[in-house]
């Protein structure tokens, strides 16, 4: 408990400072006899480092960054229907010169394999990510940009409509959404950290899947809160096609969520595994390094 | 030559960090014991190592080769000179508050 404050508290220094005092600070801290007293006092110090070395030059490319994090729903969502109208155009036309009859539930394919490429192209695209940007607290700051992009989305008008019929649904889906997102970040920070990446693997998929479980369910009770019937719950989750909708709840009424938050969790969540690994291979080539001569906060 | 004033919050704890190396090269440990022993008070760790970082920055102390994994701190001669003109201000400042005090 005491050594996650203690790291806690020097994460909020400026990484100068931090490297040139850390070991110190650290030091005195975790000898202490009066921890939490001291711990904050370098709270407070730590953000009045903050607040001497804040310039705008420094502060907007991680405004910027936000920016993008905010956006990436809205392109997520853009690509997957570009893709998915490209798909049922192109399946339409075979399976109509082919003779087939296209039935409503073959409309979903197209939808759950342009989701698909769309999550694969994610992957691909945010693994390398940490190693070119950095990124400041992402276990916080991409699940609550993503939930703030997905809102802005929630309460445009036609796009809206487009994400879900119910807008309290809706809401509360996402948030639920972004809590399960911050406490699977924490985890699997951690977990990569003590070097269990394979347990920190496994958390992110089945974590992943519940919490897109977990969201449709909090959907469907926000949504149809009186018909609610905790025995069908489970089996709302559409984007496994051919499972029918329990007779109280249409499936109509989730619209685009259920496409979007797979691809934002797996965003959200393999940018988190690739910076807690990248952070953890930067940390071990250091300790590896020799140590390096003072460098003065002031000095370039 | 630099005035702590100019330190912000952490000029007082400037000031008692040069008073305490004014005998000798002190860790931080050895500055927070020797601030509480002088003024009853220990100094937090993100006080003392902001005022330490200022007092660098300025050049007034310097850290010394590391002993013991703990990183000694010394007064250079601009920071004992800071640190003379400092107390000189006080006594001066000190001396004028009790000689109206007494003729009040």
Redesign the interface.
């Known amino acids: 408990m005491r050594a996650t404050l203690i790291r806690l508290a020097m994460a909020m220094y400026p990484a100068p400072i931090r490297d040139r005092y850390g070991a110190e600070l650290t030091d005195l801290l975790a000898h202490s006899t009066r921890p939490w007293h001291d711990i904050a006092d370098v709270g407070r110090s730590a953000l009045t480092e903050q607040a001497a070395a804040w310039t705008w030059a420094r502060t907007r490319p991680q405004l910027r960054r936000l920016a993008w994090l905010t956006a990436a729903p809205f392109g997520f969502g853009l690509t997957a229907l570009l893709l998915a109208v490209c798909a049922l155009m192109l399946g339409t036309t075979y399976a109509k010169d082919a003779g087939h009859d296209v039935g409503p539930a073959l409309l979903n394919v197209p939808i759950v394999l342009s989701v698909l490429a769309v999550c694969g192209a994610i992957v691909a695209l945010t693994l390398p990510m940490p190693r070119q940007h950095h990124l400041v607290a992402p276990v916080l700051t991409v699940p609550a940009s993503s939930t703030a992009g997905i809102l802005v989305i929630a309460n445009l008008p036609i796009a809206g409509d487009i994400l879900g019929e119910s807008r309290s649904g809706t809401l509360l889906s996402t948030l639920c959404w972004c809590a399960a997102m911050l406490a699977l970040g924490a985890a699997i920070t951690v977990l990569v950290r003590r070097g269990r990446t394979g347990t920190a693997v496994a958390v992110l998929v089945v974590g992943g899947l519940a919490t897109l479980e977990l969201t449709s369910v909090v959907y469907a009770i926000a949504a149809r809160p009186v018909a609610a019937d905790w025995r069908l719950l489970f089996s709302v989750w559409r984007l496994r096609a051919g499972i029918a909708d329990p007779p109280w709840f249409s499936g109509d009424t989730f619209k685009g969520l259920q496409a979007m938050l797979p691809m934002c969790t797996t965003f959200a969540l393999t940018l988190v595994m690739a910076n807690a690994v990248h952070q953890r291979k930067a940390g071990f080539l250091r300790s590896q390094s020799p140590a390096s001569p003072h460098r003065h906060f002031s000095q370039p | 030559m630099t005035g702590l004033s100019q330190l912000g ?1 952490f000029s007082e704890p400037a000031l008692l960090i040069l008073i305490s190396l004014a005998e000798g090269a002190k ?3 050895a500055m ?1 014991e020797d601030i509480a022993a002088l003024t009853g008070e220990r100094p ?7 005022a ?2 200022r007092l ?2 300025q050049r007034l102390i310097e ?1 010394l080769p590391e002993e013991d ?3 000694p701190y010394r007064l250079t001669d601009q920071g004992a000179q800071a640190l003379q003109a400092e107390l000189v201000r006080i006594r001066s400042m000190a001396s004028t508050g009790l000689r109206r005090l007494a003729t009040a």
């Open positions: 919050r860790h931080g440990y927070q937090g760790p993100g006080t003392l190592y902001g330490i970082r660098e920055e850290q994994r703990r990183k």
